[in-house]
Structures are given as C-alpha cells and as structure tokens.
C-alpha cells in the first residue's frame, strides 16, 4: 500500500523506503537548494526556457548562452511560486451568482454549452443545458454531428444548436457560456467592439471568414436604413437619408453634433420630424429628410436592400449589385446612355436557360491600348485558335501566334465598328422582316442554337450545318411565339371570387388599395375601397 512507504509517527515520506521501492520517482519530490532556493520543480521552466530560446534562434536568429537561459528559468519559477501565495481579490458575491428575480417580465437564462470532438474520425458531440438565475436546470439537449475538422468548429456549432434550441423554447434573454477560450477571445475581440458591418478583416483570417466579409462589402454597398424611432440610427454618417441610393450626412461635424441621433430631429409626441432641429442642424436637407415617412406607431429602425423594391436580399439582386460595382469599367461606348443590359437580358420572355446564357454572354470587358478594342478580346482569341487548330488537323497548315492575334484583333474591330451601324443586338424593338416574319427578336434563339450545336459537337461528334441552325432558330422563336398568344385554360370560378357566404357569422371584407405618385413634385394620391364577397362596396 501507498501507506507503506510512509512514517507511521508524521505521516510523511518514509526517504528510505522510497529510495528502496521507488528510486527513479524521488527526483519529483526534491526541493532545490540554495543558491536557487526555489520551492517548486524546475524542470518545467527549464525546457520552456529552451523552447523559446530555440524559437528565438530559428525565426530571429538571436541566440541565448546557456547561463542565461537557467537564471530565466529560476526567474520565472520563482515569480510563479510568490504568485501562488497572494490571495485573489475578494468579490462583492460569488462568480457567476447573480441576485434572483423571479418577478421579472423576460427573466434570464443562462446555457452552459460544450463539445467534444475526436481527431481520428471527425466526430464531434455536442452538449448545452439551460438554467434560470437560481442555477436551476430548465432544460437541456445534446447532437452527434461527423465531419467536423476541428475542436473550436465543434464549440462553435455547440453554440449554434443551443441558439436554435432556445429561439425552439420561446428563450428571448439569453446568455451563452462556453468554455472554449479561444472561441470567446475571437468572438469578443472581432465582434465585441465593433457591429458586424464595420469587423475589420484581419490579414490572418480565415478563407471562410474572408468569404463572409466579402459578401458583407458587397452588401453594405446597397444598404440602407428605413427609419422607425430614430433612436438606433446615428444622424451623421449612415445611409438612411435615401430610400433608394445609400446616402448619408457628411460634412464637417461640431463636437456637440458628433453625437446626435435621428430621433433627436423628431418630436416625441408626434414621432414627427421637427422642423426648428431640422433647420438648426441641416437647413439645406430639410426638403429630402420631409419626404421620408417615420414610423407612427414607434417601431424600431431596420435595414433594407436598397436594389429590391421589397427592400429584402435575394441571390439575383447580389448578382447584379457585382456586375454595377464596376460597370463604368465595363461598359460599351458603343451602346445608347441609356440602355440597359439587365433589363434587356431579363425582361423580355425567354426560356431561363436562354436568358442565363445570354447573361453570361453579356459580361463584356475592355482592353487597354494599344490593342483599343471597345469588347472583350477572349472569345475572338479563342476562336482563332480554334480555327488554327483546325487547319492543322484537316488541311495540315500552321499559323503562328503572331498571325492569330492580329486576325483576333481584327475580327474584334470588325465587330466592334458593324455594332455601331445598327442597334444593340438586344434591342427588343426589332422586328424580323419577311422571309423569316417572327414578331421575336431572333438574336437569343440563334445564340442558343449555335450553343446547343456546340455542345453537339463537343461530346457526341455530331455537325450541324449553319442553315440547319437558322432554320431551328427561327422555328423555335415562332413556338415561343405562338405559345404567348394562346390563352390559359378556363377556371371553374374567376380567379379570385369566393362562393358567397350572406350567412356566416363573421364574414370577411375586402380592402382594395391603390396609389399614385408624382417625381417631379413629389405629390402622392392615396385611395382604397371596402367590399364584402359580392363586390358590392361597403365604403
């Protein structure tokens, strides 16, 4: 038993026995002597000792002599010994006890998450547990989830599920407890300070974190702040004076202005703005910041997608706020002022395969001089390779690099100056003439077709001749044609009347509303009507 190596008298170490039983373990008990007269083992701050002396040397190439490194060693295990002896500081109440408030309208919960994770098969366990203040369980759950790379991936989706499941349980005022270090560290030092759309990225972030930030640039370029209250909303600074660019104040801001809110230029009865602080703070925007209808009922400010109309984000929206972020760079001089390349893809009614490949088509970029071609060299380059590579196969002739670029460059000017004789190829205005008599514009149809022979081509080695291609073109731009004409099939009721229902006890009233509005005066007219199911108006 341990107690046999130990005096019956003390009960301390029995030396003797240990030297006997366990000579290799004593060397853990000793204490160092003078002049070192450190109580604590040395050996650990001896190897960190070297460890940083051999970082020093490999990536500083400094060098430190070997008395150096055992008088640090000491050092440290000496101010590492006193400072286990102070005593922490006293606290007003224990850590993490909070005063009880059962009476509380949205009380507190506080959830305890964790995760486990193993390296050799990328499973990860994850764990959380709800209390009140009283410490209290309140509710708990726990998931299985493979594939995950690593240790602080785990904690984080621990937090993630406990989220999911408290927003589940109607938990409103939560506070998250995880014990990853390196987790809260790096949420309190990129986010703590700062709101999401102001993080810096760092220069070590991560690939994913670097992806997240760009789509947040390319958001906050279009957005915008729709005022409620005015109260979370900065009056300097921040694009919430347009409902359709993202403007905002700037200009030289006096000490006693810097910060002033929104709701500061409003009345508080009314939630109105208030001229006198308009004309005081920002006499030269009074007649755009009136046009902007506050809240009545004092909801909270928010923020809007300035490029939808709803004001809410989708995929194609984003799209197109990156083709505008450089579309000054990527427009054809060739082209009217204002025509407009969405509008034309995406307006006219086509197939949405066609109009997705006549977007992609459409991405047009300019070439520097001295090559001074208004279109994109690629696709011109490309094809005269193409050819190159055919003459070479089916007529064994060679043209050398220098002749495809001048016949690329030749063929884009070519093109280039046959685009300014007539419209733009999109124009919805044309109008084929006879033979062909298609009320269509036939551009997209004949694109799609060169595409689909393409295609042919390429993965079963199947030819189309180009009359073969004009003539499936113009066919199937006349069936789209044809198509739009016909009539939708006849319903059993007109869309949108309900069996009328003089009986029931609570029956339902129509309100039709409607509005007009005038851009140079900036005058609305508001109207709307009441019914009840038989049409018949109500008021």
């Not at 000579?23 to 701050?45: A, D, E, M």
């Not at 700062?194 to 810096?200: E, Q």
């Not at 208030?274 to 209808?293: C, F, M, R, T, Y």
């Not at 009840?532 to 108006?537: M, P, S, T």
Request: net charge positive; hydrophobic share 40%.
């Amino acid at each position: 038993m341990v107690s046999d190596i130990m005096t019956r008298e003390t009960g301390m170490w029995n030396k003797e026995a240990l030297l006997k039983h366990l000579p290799h373990l004593i060397s853990r008990l000793r204490v160092n002597l003078p002049p070192v007269g450190s109580p604590t083992n040395l050996f650990p701050w001896i190897a960190w000792t070297i460890w940083t002396a051999r970082n020093l040397l490999i990536f500083e190439n400094r060098t430190i002599n070997p008395a150096t490194c055992m008088t640090r060693a000491i050092s440290a295990a000496k101010e590492w010994a006193i400072a286990q002896t102070l005593s922490p500081p006293p606290l007003s109440r224990p850590f993490g006890q909070f005063p009880l408030a059962s009476n509380e309208p949205n009380p507190m919960v506080f959830c305890y998450t964790d995760a486990s994770w193993i390296a050799s098969t990328k499973h990860a366990g994850l764990a959380w547990i709800f209390t009140d203040r009283a410490k209290k369980e309140l509710n708990r759950g726990s998931h299985f989830r493979n594939l995950i790379s690593s240790p602080l991936l785990a904690e984080s989706l621990a937090i993630r599920a406990s989220l999911l499941h408290a927003s589940a349980l109607g938990y409103t005022n939560i506070w998250i407890h995880s014990d990853s270090q390196k987790l809260v560290r790096a949420l309190w030092t990129d986010v703590g300070h700062h709101s999401f759309l102001r993080v810096p990225c760092s220069s070590s972030a991560s690939h994913g974190w670097r992806g997240i930030i760009a789509g947040r640039d390319v958001i906050i370029q279009h957005l915008g702040k729709m005022i409620g209250n005015g109260n979370s909303t900065k009056l300097w600074h921040e694009p919430w004076l347009s409902v359709s660019t993202p403007t905002s104040i700037s200009g030289p801001v006096t000490i006693d202005e810097k910060d002033l809110m929104v709701s500061d230029i409003m009345t508080r009865e009314t939630r109105m703005w208030n001229k006198e602080a308009l004309l005081k703070h920002l006499p030269h925007l009074v007649e755009d910041i009136l046009l902007i209808q506050p809240s009545s009922t004092g909801a909270e400010d928010g923020y809007a997608w300035l490029l939808n109309p709803s004001g809410e984000y989708s995929s194609k929206s984003g799209y197109l706020a990156l083709h505008l972020k450089d579309s000054s760079a990527t427009r054809n001089n060739n082209l009217p002022d204002d025509f407009n390349w969405y509008k034309s893809v995406w307006s006219p009614q086509l197939l949405p395969k066609i109009q997705i490949f006549l977007w992609k088509i459409s991405r047009l970029r300019v070439n520097l001089p001295p090559v001074g071609i208004p279109t994109n060299l690629f696709p011109w380059i490309a094809w005269t390779i193409w050819t190159a590579r055919n003459l070479l196969i089916f007529e064994n002739r060679t043209i050398n690099p220098a002749t495809c670029m001048t016949r690329a460059i030749s063929a884009a000017k070519e093109w280039a100056i046959a685009q300014t004789l007539s419209p733009p190829l999109f124009s919805r205005l044309r109008v084929n003439l006879p033979p062909v008599g298609s009320p269509t514009n036939l551009f997209p149809w004949i694109a799609w077709t060169i595409w689909t022979a393409r295609n042919l081509l390429i993965f079963e080695n199947r030819t189309i001749n180009p009359a073969t291609c004009i003539t499936r073109a113009i066919s199937a731009a006349k069936e789209w044609a044809i198509a739009q004409t016909l009539s939708p099939l006849p319903v059993s009721r007109p869309l949108g009347q309900l069996p009328l229902a003089s009986n029931e006890p609570n029956s339902t009233i129509f309100c039709y509303t409607d509005a007009s509005w005038i851009a140079s005066t900036k005058h609305a007219g508001l109207a709307w009507i009441f019914t009840d199911r038989a049409k018949k108006e109500l008021n």
